[in-house]
């Protein structure tokens, strides 16, 4: 597998290429680690990689996971992994080591995942634009010129250049959200109480921010809910569970439904783009 193939295939094709002895995870580690060289310069999304991970990969130890051997990004707040830095984007946390896995980051790993490294962020999380005076700017992949959007800018900037299938993103005033529509991506803000923040968090902010991923198709963000959206002890409460698992419901018939929508700014005073309002107003969302 060269570059270009690696790039051009999402989390399921990775993973099933890996069942079938076509690629290991190792060398899907080295692909990672050619396009972080090659793009990463230019778009100042990933701030640090876990070399030592890659090297103690085993080509012939497969996780059981539906995600097994795929490259993975973690935005450097939120979701912790024990012993590794979690700077959130700010000087007074410089050199800040998480002490313990996050439920959310177990169940990455018991995906399958390889989680290989660390994705910038605005400070704290607090911004819509993911730069900041420790880590400087993250570029938008499609043009250099403008945003990636916040705060998982560096995690969708990632996604979008091909350096991963999908990384980990967080989302409390569309933190998930903008910059997946900024990059082209699939961003989906779970439910309120579908995906853990413990056991550190039970819920913050009244219940807006949640956990998940950015990613490049509609299969490999469903598959990864279907992982992810587990109930686990401590959580505040438990919301009701699918009927059946999302990933079922990618090709499923569709029964008709009314979808609410608007163009009007949430801000008092503002507006919204152009394209954007003549995109929404020409769209048929009849099904």
């Known amino acids: ?20 002895g076509m690629v290991s995870p190792k060398e899907l580690a080295h692909l990672f680690v050619e396009a972080v060289e090659k793009v990463n310069p230019r ?25 097994a051997g795929v490259p993975f990004l973690m935005k450097d707040v939120g979701a912790g992994e024990n012993g590794r830095r979690q700077e959130m984007g ?14 959310l980051t177990a169940l990455f790993k018991k995906a399958g995942l390889t989680l290989l490294g660390r994705t910038t962020t605005p400070e704290f999380a607090l911004g819509i634009s993911t730069e900041s005076a420790l880590t400087g700017a993250t570029c938008n992949p499609w043009n250099l010129e403008t ?20 990384a980990h993103g967080s989302d409390n005033g569309g933190s998930i959200r903008i910059p997946a529509s900024a990059c082209g991506l699939v961003g989906l803000k779970p439910s309120r109480g579908r995906v853990t923040l413990g056991p550190d968090i039970g819920e913050m902010f009244s219940g807006m921010l949640q956990e998940f991923v950015v990613s490049r198709t509609v299969r490999d963000t469903a598959l990864m809910l279907d992982m992810v959206s587990k109930p686990v002890l401590g959580d505040p409460f438990i919301i ?4 059946r698992p999302y990933a079922q419901e990618v090709n ?6 009314r979808i609410a929508w608007t163009t009007d700014s949430w801000q008092p005073g503002g507006s919204v783009n ?6 929404c107003r020409t769209s048929s969302f009849r099904m």
């Not at 597998?1 to 079938?20: F, I, N, P, T, W």
């Not at 876990?50 to 012939?60: A, C, P, S, V």
């Not at 945003?147 to 999908?166: E, F």
């Open 90 to 103: 700010s000087r007074l946390m410089k050199g800040h080591v998480a002490d313990t896995d996050s439920f």
């Open 147 to 166: 945003v990636a959007g916040g705060s998982s800018g560096g995690s969708a900037a990632s996604v979008a250049a091909g350096i991963v299938p999908m």
């Open 274 to 279: 152009s394209e954007v309002v003549r995109l």
């Open 1 to 20: 597998m060269d570059l270009a193939e690696y790039s051009s295939c999402d989390g399921v094709a990775l993973a099933d290429l890996v069942r079938k």
């Open 43 to 67: 778009i100042n999304a990933v701030i640090e990689v876990y070399f030592d991970r890659i090297e103690g990969l085993n080509d012939h130890a497969i996780s059981a996971g539906p995600f």
């Open 240 to 243: 009701m569970q699918p009927v």
């Open 252 to 257: 499923a018939p569709l029964e008709r439904l």
